[in-house]
């Protein structure tokens, strides 16, 4: 599995794990839906700027993005 696709995909879990939409992270990291939805699906590769804004939205440390 690509990193995208596994990032995402954890990107995803934490947002279930808060009950909160695609919608709702996109107003908490100043991002877009659209751009969220995008790094869910692994379609966008993610800069280090954003990664940071939906750690601190999703209310983790970076390092629990990346941990399987």
Known sequence: MKIE???GLKIKYLR???FISQE????R????RTY???????????????IEKLAKAL???I???FKD
């Open 5 to 7: 696709t596994k990032f």
């Open 36 to 50: 969220i939805s995008s790094v869910e699906l692994g379609k966008r590769n993610i800069s280090i700027r954003n």
């Open 16 to 18: 279930n794990e808060l």
């Open 63 to 65: 390092i629990e993005l």
């Open 24 to 27: 709702e992270l996109a107003h």
């Open 29 to 32: 990291s100043e991002l877009h």
């Open 59 to 61: 209310e983790v440390n």
